[in-house]
C-alpha cells in the first residue's frame, strides 16, 4: 500500500461514513435514526484506530514519520496529536448532541413554535452526524497537509459543513441569519487567505510548504510582496481562530446555532486555524526570520514580534470586555472564546526557536504542545458548559440568559456542580486543566527569546493578568447564578443518559488534566 493511501486512510474513512450517513434519508428504517449516534462513534474509533498504526505514534518528536510519494501530505508528531485529540473530541460531541426522544425532525412551516420543535431536535438527523464527520475529517486532512492547496481544501473542508450546520440547527429564523452571516464572512477570510496563498505562490513558483521555506531562506533579501502575502493569510487565518479584526461574526453565530454545533465552532475552527498557522510559520516565517538583517531593509523578526503582540493584545482584551457586557450566556461564552484565542497566541511571540551561538531558528517544541494543549483542554471545557446549557429549554428554546440558570445548583445538583468545573477550568483556577493551560503558555512567553524584548513581554504578561482578573468577574456571574442567586429554577431540563454521560466525561476530564497534567502532557 503507497505512503499516500497510508495517509489519507483516516480522512477516507471519515468520509465514506459521512456519505453513508447522507443517503440514510433515502431508505425508510424506523431504527435508523436511533442508531446513527452509534454508528457515527464507530466510524470515529475506526479512523482512531487507523491512526494509531502511523509510525512512531505517541512520542514527540519534530521529524517527519511518514512522507506521500509527490510530497504532497507528510506526517509528523504534532500533526498526529492534532488528529488524536481531535477524534477524541468528537466522540465526546457525538455523546453531547445523542438525544434519543428527539428522533423526528419537524417539517418547516414558517417560524415554528410549540415544545415539539425543540431546537436540539436536528441533531439526531443524519445531515447533522454526516456534517460532523465532513469537518472533522478535513482537520484530519490539514494535519498532514503540506502544501498550500491541500491546506486550503481542508481548512474549507473543515468550515464548510459548519456553514450548513448553522443553519439548520434550529428551526428558527436566528439560526437562518447566523448561518448566513458565518457563510458570507467566512467567503470573505477564505478569498484573502487564498490570495495571500497565491501571492506566496508567485514568489516562489512552488505549492510545497517545505520547498517554499527553501526558496525564501535562499533569498539575498526579504521581498515586500511576501509581507504582503503573510498578512493576507494570517488575517484569513484570524477568521478561523476567532481573533481580532475577525471576530465580529462569532457572537450572532454562537447564539443562533444549537448548542451541540456551538460546541463544535469553538473547537474544530479553531484547532485548524491555529494549527495552519503554526505551519505558515514554519513554512514562510522562519526562513525570512533567517536572513541576515544587514541584507534586508526590513527587521522581519522584530516586525513579526510586534504583529502577534498586537493581535495577542487586542483579542484578549477585546473578548474579555464584550463578554464582561453580556446578559446571554451563550454570547458571554462568544466573546470569552476571542478572549482565549488572544491567550493562545501569546504562544506564537515564543513559536520561533532561536539559538543565539548559531542563529539557527526552529519552532519550539514548548510552544506547539503549549498551543496544542490548551486548545485541547479549551475544548473540553466549552463543550461540557455547551452540553449542560444544551438540556435547558425556556419557551420552547434554549435557556440562553445567565438569569435562567439561577436555582440549578438546587434543583440539578450534578449538572451544576458539572458546569461550575467547566467553567473554572475557563477562567484557570488551580486543579483544573485551564490551570495547566495557561501556565504553560505564560510559561512558554517568558522563555521566548529573539522576537521582541523582555520589557514587552513583561508588558504583554501583564496585560494578560488584568485579562485574566476580567474574565474572572464574568465566568463567576454564571456560578453565581446557579449556586447564589435566590430564586426557582424556571427552566426545563430535558436529561437524558448519553448526554449526562458527555458531560460527566468533560467534566471529569477537565479535573484529571488539572491534578495530573502529566497523563497528556508526558504522551507528546
Known sequence: MSNLIIILLPTIILLSGAAILFLLPLTRGRNIPRLLPLFTMVIILLALMVAFKYPGHGSWDPQTKLTSEDGALRVTAPGMWVIYLSLMFSLLLVLVAWNPQRTA??????????????????????????????????????????????????????????????????????????????????ALAAAIMAYGFSFLYGLTGQINLGSIGSHLAAAENINPFCIIALVLVIIGLCFKIAAVPMHFYVADVYQGAACPVTALLAFVPKFAGFYALILIMKSAVLPLMGLPNDASPYNINSSIGLLFWILAAATMTAGNLLALMQKNVKRLLAYSSIAHSGYILLAFLALPQITKQTQFITLADSAQIAIIFYVAIYGVATLGAFAVLSLLEKQSDEAQQISDLTGLARSHPGYALALAVCIFSLIGMPLTAGFVGKFYIFSTLIQSTGLISHYWIVVLLVIAVINAAIASAYYLRIIGACYLDDGPFTAKLNSDGYRAIGITVAAIITIILGIAPSLLLNKF
Request: glycine residues 6%; aromatic residues 14%; proline residues 4%.
Open 105 to 186: 425532525v419537524p417539517e418547516l412551516k414558517g417560524e415554528l413554535k410549540g415544545s415539539d420543535t425543540f431546537f436540539s431536535s436536528y441533531t439526531m438527523a443524519p445531515e447533522f452526524f454526516a456534517l460532523l464527520l465532513t469537518s472533522i475529517s478535513g482537520l484530519v486532512l490539514l494535519a498532514v497537509a503540506n502544501n498550500l492547496i491541500i491546506l486550503f481544501l481542508a481548512l474549507e473542508l473543515v468550515s464548510l459543513p459548519t456553514y450548513v450546520m448553522v443553519t439548520l440547527s434550529r428551526w428558527r429564523m436566528q439560526a437562518r441569519e447566523a448561518g448566513l452571516k458565518y457563510f458570507f464572512l467566512g
